[in-house]
């Protein structure tokens, strides 16, 4: 059991469309990142939530957005849907006070394949 | 930025082999530094980490790993593989600790152990 549920596991979208996926972080969690893994490649950060609002971005365009919501879970959304998309999204969750005091608990993953 | 450099892409080992997985990080000031696992159809485990201290650090099942500073190296090793540590496994960075709250990984090495 990862702690970390994401939802839907698999998904397939065409250019052009918009995506929302789905994170419940572990029990006692207050902190969400999201992660993109493209085939063949370690997981890259997209963004952290915590107390509802983005508190550090990585390097991916505002066509990545996100909300976390009061009970600490969040939305992944992505806009204008590239094939470059394709990838593996992983969510994990942490307490607020940081990686160095709190590692990362990952989710499963949803696999989403853009044609 | 910090960037993540593992050696190996592919490992293959008979059990009982040891291991050793290089990694290597570019970085010049405080760093937390991890081993994440992730077993076939699993989620991302982590497996140990480095905050600071003793450069030796010991995990789970029976994985050590070594940080030379000098060397901005963290790699990975065990005794004595198990057919059961067929998995893929990624090293990743955290740099400068503070208010920064993203993990940087290496691309993954997948170990085969066969038995």
């Known amino acids: 059991d990862a702690g970390v549920t994401q939802s839907p596991t698999h998904l397939i979208k065409t250019r052009g469309q918009q995506v929302t996926l789905r994170c419940s972080p572990k029990s006692g969690h207050d902190t969400v990142s999201w992660y993109q893994q493209a085939l063949g490649q370690g997981p890259q950060f997209i963004f952290q939530y915590y107390e509802e609002e983005e508190r550090q971005r990585g390097n991916f365009p505002d066509r990545f957005s996100g909300h976390q919501f009061p009970n600490y879970s969040s939305e992944l959304n992505v806009n204008a849907l590239l094939l470059g998309d394709s990838a593996l999204y992983l969510c994990a969750s942490s307490l607020y006070r940081g990686i160095g005091t709190s590692p990362l608990h990952f989710g499963n993953g949803t696999r989403l394949t853009v044609t | 930025a910090q960037s993540v450099s593992q050696h190996n892409h592919h490992v293959i080992l008979s059990e009982a082999a040891s291991l050793e997985l290089g990694c290597n990080y570019s970085?010049?000031?405080?760093?937390?530094l991890f081993w994440y696992v992730q077993y076939p159809g699993q989620h991302l485990q982590l497996l140990l980490k480095?905050?600071?201290?003793?450069?030796l650090v010991k995990g789970i099942k029976g994985f050590e790993a070594e940080f030379i500073k000098s060397k901005f190296s963290f790699n990975l090793r065990k005794p004595s593989v198990q057919w059961s540590d067929t998995a893929e496994y990624f090293c990743a960075v955290n740099a400068g600790g503070g208010s920064n709250y993203k993990l940087t990984f290496g691309k993954g090495t997948l170990l085969t152990v066969n038995p």
């Open positions: 480095y905050f600071s201290g003793d450069p």
């Open positions: 970085y010049g000031g405080t760093v937390n």
